[in-house]
């Protein structure tokens, strides 16, 4: 891991997050900042350069979704059929529920962003297919 992304990713990688492994294309890393139960559920999560995660949909029967709050690296967002968003430290992601998306590192760069889940009634997430290697080599 390069000295300087360790240096901004002040809340640190975490640990491997091998729980959600299999919803992701390369590896990724946890670190809670708040105990599971709390609202809103807040996490650093940290990207290897090439990871991503699958498209995904954030379910509510209202509020719900997501917040991105980018903290280190670069990286990518996108929302179905939209053209991806690049991302880098200060960047702010508002993600409203139900809108297929996904979010992930570039090619040649380490990512961390906040990842807060934001309270809503009914709530769930679904994952959804990988990101194609063709469209995510495109960027």
């Known amino acids: 891991m390069d000295k300087q ?3 901004e990713n002040l809340f640190g990688i ?3 997050n091998s729980g959600f492994a299999k919803y992701f294309i390369g590896t990724s ?7 599971q139960g709390v609202s809103p559920f807040l996490a650093n999560v ?3 350069p090439g990871c991503r995660n699958n498209w995904h949909i954030h379910h509510a029967a209202s509020g719900g979704g997501q ?6 690296g670069e990286g990518w967002y996108q929302e179905w059929g939209l053209p991806a968003r690049s991302l880098k430290p200060g960047d702010v992601v508002v993600i ?3 809108v297929k998306h996904w979010h992930g590192a570039k090619k040649d760069s380490w990512f961390s962003h906040i990842a807060v889940e934001v309270p809503g009634e009914n ?3 679904e994952w959804l297919e990988e990101v194609e290697d063709e ?3 495109a960027l």
């Open 5 to 7: 992304f360790e240096k």
């Open 14 to 16: 975490g640990k491997e």
């Open 29 to 35: 890393y946890l670190n809670p900042l708040t105990p």
């Open 46 to 48: 940290t990207f290897e």
């Open 67 to 72: 917040l991105l709050l980018c903290i280190a």
């Open 96 to 98: 409203p529920a139900n």
């Open 123 to 125: 709530t769930s997430n």
């Open 135 to 137: 469209d995510y080599n």
